[in-house]
């Protein structure tokens, strides 16, 4: 066995880190229109919601610029499209995952009606696609939901937003319904734990004193019950169409075969799988409910709640791959950066140049087990790595580290499909140089293609190929054979 020959190779991005255009067109502030630039951010502030309170997000819409907020300019995508999904099928791309912006649809998430000019420009890109022969992967909530519904209900933990959701995403599945058959829910939904802004637009001013962890697991059961209900309609409204979930795939090993480091880590890995545990088999998991219980985190759910988890799950299982962690009951051990997580530094791995290393064969055994435990069909929507690209005299950017890192991962994606695994498809992170997440640089650079801007947005916006472009064009061409 080997990659099938119907294997979506692709690329991925988000319109929040994308398209810019912010506030035209009828688009409404999201809660990434009001993340700043934080080049040596901590995880300790990351963890502090990226410090936002009532008063930060009133600063940041008093701001009409873009010079703090780079996430409202991204790389413009917005009117760059065209020549970027040109460039994406030069490389030979099959599919593309991105988002939608939700407030692009519904400026403040409650209108009755949707932004036409919004539903055309996703409707002139999912065409776009369509002539380039790249299939669209498209995912509902990507970290850019309405800032008004954050700051008007503290965004899901008020249980209205279900219904504004399902209105969005209605309206989604019948205007794109002839172009987009593969859909995802929500990004990264466990990652609700460590930004529930960013994830969930909570305010930690907002919550009560010492509730906040109940609220956000109260947001949480929101969006699991908005998960099946957008599955069921998306599935009435576009015939053989697939719903995903998508989980940030937090592979932890022990640091030592010590029975408490193993203990720790297995209640780790737990707890990663739990939010995939209620999309795919429909239910919570009873150690879950048990840690909830003795936490004294009270879940508000109405009658049918568990009974539409239960009866609408997921077709395929999403995940984001960029390290694994090591954890360890001991104090004091050396920490290392990981994808908005810390771990104990692990002596035999490599670390990029923001200290998360690099786990190639992590890949894999995520691969054995989420496929061993959910036994549905598997896609890597984001993997790889961020760093500091050179650009030299004559434009090129020779990034053999981006290769020799793809082409480590790829292999282990290999082996794990020659094993058994159904993996049907795969999308690297970020196809072209976007903003990033966490700390909203574009120095910290993802793409096969370089894109002419800094941190502070100066620069021309030019596209170039890197050498890894042509690299990872032969990959697909030889349909993961020629990895050389």
Known sequence: MTFSKDFLWGGAIAANQAEGAWNIDGKGPSVADVATYKPNLSLDDYHGHLKV???LIQQAMDDPSDKYYPKRRGIDFYHHYKEDLA?????????LRVSIAWSRIFPTGEENEPNEKGLEFYENLFKEMRKHQIEPIVTLSHYEMPLALSVKYNGWVERKVIDDFVRFSNVCFHRFKDYVKYWLTFNEIDSILRHPFTTAGIIPDRCPE???????YQALHHQFVASSIVTRDCHTIIPGSKMGAMLTKLTTYPTTCKPEDVEITLKKNLQNYFYADVQVFGEYPPL?????ERKGINI???ENDLNLLKEYTVDYLSFSYYMSLTESAEEGLEKTDGNTVQGVKNPYLPSTDWGWQIDPVGLKISLLELYDRYNIPLIIVENGMGAKDIVESDGSIHD???????REHFRQMREAVEEGVDLFGYTSWGTIDIISAGTSQMSKRYGFIYVDQDDEGNGT??????DSFYWYKKVIKSNGEDLD
Request: avoid cysteine.
């Open 300 to 302: 508000k759910m109405e």
């Open 461 to 466: 916006l030019a596209r170039s190929r890197k």
């Open 288 to 292: 879950t409910l048990r840690k909830l």
């Open 53 to 55: 309170s009532s008063d």
């Open 210 to 216: 010492g509730k906040e962890e109940e609220l956000v």
């Open 400 to 406: 053999e580290y981006r290769i020799s890192y793809f």
């Open 87 to 95: 460039l994406f099928a030069e490389m030979g791309l099959k599919a």
